[in-house]
C-alpha cells in the first residue's frame, strides 16, 4: 500500500504578510528554494503520487509545483479554509488511493526519511500516523482508508484536527524539528538546514 501524497498549498499566509504582496509559499530560503518548492520536492522524494492542492489565483505556485511533478489540481472552494483544499484532494485521489500523507506547503524542512516513517506506520496497520519531535505532535500526518467517510466531511480551517482528536493516533518518534516548523513570519525563513 503507497499512500498518495497530498500537499495544502492553496493559503498565502495573512501572518506572514498582511497587504497579501507576498505569498510566503514563493519566499526563497536560504537554499533559494522556495518554500513550497522544499515541501513539495520532499513529499515526492517519498510517494510516487503527490496531488498539490492550489487556489483558483495560485499562478506562480502552481508552476513552481507543476515543474517538480506534482499533480496541481486547483480548489475553488480553498478560501473557505484547509478542510476544503483537503477534501478536494482525497476526492481527486480516488478510487486509488488506500491511504494519505497529508503534509503542508509551509512546511519546507521535514525530512524524506520521516514521511518514509509515517509510510511505513500505515503499511504496518496504523489508521492515522503522527510525527512526535520531543513530545511534540506535528506533520504531516498519514490517514488510512478507514478515514475516508470522515476525510470527506471535514469542513472549516482546523483541517483533519477533529479526526485526529476523535480516533488513535500511531504516533511515530521522529528526529526531525522540521515536523514542528512552518513559515508564519519572514523570520522563519531564515532557518534553513540539512533535510536529507
Known sequence: ???????LAAGRGSRFD??????????????GEPVVASS???LLATVPRVLAV?????GDVAGV?????????????????????????????LPQAQAWIVALGDMPFVRPATIKTLCAALASGADIAAPVFQGRRGNPV???KTHLAALLALEGD???????QAN?????????PGVVEDIDEQADLSRGRDNR
Open 54 to 58: 492550489v487556489g483558483p489565483h495560485s
Open 1 to 7: 500500500m503507497t499512500p498518495v501524497g497530498i500537499l
Open 40 to 42: 513539495a520536492r520532499h
Open 142 to 144: 498519514g490517514f488510512s
Open 18 to 31: 498582511a497587504t497579501g504582496a507576498r505569498n510566503k509559499l514563493l519566499e526563497r530560503l536560504p537554499s
Open 158 to 164: 482546523q483541517g483533519a484536527r477533529a479526526i485526529l
Open 65 to 93: 509545483l507543476g515543474a517538480l511533478g506534482c499533480e496541481v489540481i486547483i480548489c475553488d472552494e480553498a478560501g473557505q479554509g484547509m478542510a476544503a483544499s483537503l477534501v478536494h484532494a482525497v476526492r481527486h485521489s
Open 168 to 176: 488513535p493516533v500511531t504516533l511515530v518518534e521522529v528526529d526531525d
